[in-house]
């Protein structure tokens, strides 16, 4: 019986040692487990912060599209209203012409350099 004890106390040495390995490498995982946990935590951070920041350049950007629509429109406006300007003065360069022509102040009213003002009741 002595060997029967003898190794029975070598395995209860080897389940000690096993044990401690054990131990030890838990408390290790433990340890990379807390670490990237934290990990994770700090990117989650991050990523709240860039979703946040998209969010903020998304809404700048509809704004200045936004801006750039009223522009365009109010542009769109602007030409119509020179348009219309520039078709009034030729309409009236057209008119003063015709009345130069008909005054009888020759090839000077073709290049409208005649300006005699309209005589008062004259349409």
Not at 13 to 18: G, H, M
Not at 21 to 41: D, G, H, I
Not at 45 to 70: F, K, M, P, Y
Request: hydrophobic share 35%; glycine share 4%; net charge positive.
């Amino acid at each position: 019986m002595p060997w029967n004890r003898r190794r029975a106390r070598l395995n209860e040495i080897q389940l000690q040692r096993t044990n401690g390995t054990l131990s030890t490498q838990l408390l290790q995982l433990r340890e990379q487990l807390r670490n990237k946990e934290s990990y994770a935590a700090g990117l989650e951070i991050l990523l709240r912060q860039r979703n946040e920041r998209i969010d903020q350049l998304t809404a700048q950007v509809d704004q200045l599209r936004e801006h750039s629509r009223h522009a365009d429109e109010k542009a769109e406006h602007m030409a119509m209203f020179v348009g219309l300007m520039l078709d009034l003065n030729d309409a009236a360069a057209a008119k003063q012409s015709v009345a130069c022509v008909m005054d009888g102040h020759g090839p000077e009213a073709r290049t409208h350099q005649c300006r005699i003002p309209a005589v008062a009741g004259r349409k």
